[in-house]
């Protein structure tokens, strides 16, 4: 089945304490992105990578870190989380790095940092 | 840097009302537009989408949206809405590869 993936799907950690939230689409698509939605504010990009080690930042990427080491894979790290990163993560991914491109979105992540 | 408004932030109404959602975006140039649909403990999956052509565009389940370049919209609109249809709605633009999503519509449908 098409699908991205994204582990764990709930999270509670405490601030500093590094994590790394995963993402795998195996629809073999070149575009991939991470975005946090929050109440009142919709969805916003984080980071985004266009094909395999071509990584850029999105609207709110303090804080945030990506890697794109091979197609399928792209996960989210955060070196030292704050309350402020508390909010539901969703990765999605798109055939083409094109702006006319349906993204698709793995199931969320519901971070909370205490 | 573009923007997206989505007007109304709650929505309710009953079976067989006439729906239609607002999005205003801020870009001068050339947009793609899209409709994404989160339905409860679901995916956000994509509604419909506007790159070119008809700017009347017909996606799944009933809805369609209109794009009106001049006034830099692309509501959202269903005839008959169910009570399924509840569901949060954004609207998103895509420029030059900046994507952007507007805050949201939750819609209540009342049976």
């Known amino acids: 089945e098409a699908q991205v993936t994204q582990n764990p799907r709930y999270l509670i950690t405490v601030t500093g304490k590094k994590l790394t939230v995963t993402c795998s689409q195996n629809m073999n698509h070149e575009y991939m992105s991470w975005y946090r939605q929050d109440p009142g504010l919709g969805l916003r990009q984080i980071y985004y990578?266009?094909?395999?080690?071509?990584?850029d930042k999105g609207d709110v990427p303090e804080g945030y870190k990506v890697s794109r080491k091979e197609k399928r894979n792209f996960p989210l790290i955060l070196e030292s989380p704050s309350p402020n990163q508390t909010s539901l993560y969703f990765c999605?991914?798109?055939?083409?790095?094109?702006?006319?491109?349906?993204?698709?979105f793995g199931p969320g992540t519901r971070l909370t940092v205490l | 840097a573009q923007s997206v408004s989505q007007h109304n932030h709650h929505v309710i109404l009953s079976e067989a009302a006439s729906l239609e959602l607002g999005c205003n975006y801020s870009y001068g140039g050339t947009v793609n537009l899209f409709w994404y649909v989160q339905y409860p403990g679901q995916h956000l999956q994509l509604l419909l989408k506007?790159?070119?052509?008809?700017?009347l565009v017909k996606g799944i389940k009933g809805f369609e949206a209109e794009f009106i370049k001049s006034k830099f919209s692309f509501n959202l609109r269903k005839p008959s809405v169910q009570w399924s249809d509840t569901a949060e709605y954004f609207c998103?633009?895509?420029?030059?590869?900046?994507?952007?999503f507007g805050a949201g519509t939750r819609l209540t449908v009342k049976p």
């Open positions: 506007y790159f070119s052509g008809d700017p």
């Open positions: 998103a633009v895509n420029a030059d590869n900046d994507m952007r």
């Open positions: 990578s266009m094909n395999v080690e071509v990584t």
């Open positions: 999605a991914s798109s055939i083409l790095a094109v702006t006319t491109d349906t993204q698709y």
